[in-house]
């Protein structure tokens, strides 16, 4: 999950986590972040496999602000 300039959160799932966020903070990784950036990268997680990895992204993307950002603060906390 991304934290973009304006403090909205993007999430996104990919298999090479560090080219991605190389290619948002470039301002080609998405339409969504390239007019909100810079952006940071504030919560992950990996999947053995990328049906796993849709399928959570799926999830997160349902989950409200106050939710992720929970998440957010677990991964900081501990």
Do not use: Q
Request: contains cysteine; positive net charge.
């Amino acid at each position: 999950m991304l934290r973009c300039r304006d403090g909205s959160l993007y999430t996104g799932w990919t298999n090479d986590l560090e080219a991605r966020l190389r290619s948002h903070s470039a301002g080609t990784g998405g339409k969504y972040t390239r007019s909100r950036l810079p952006v940071e990268l504030v919560w992950y997680e990996t999947f053995d496999t990328r049906e796993e990895a849709m399928s959570r992204e799926w999830h997160v993307k349902r989950l409200s602000r106050e939710e992720k950002l929970a998440l957010i603060r677990k991964r900081t906390d501990g």
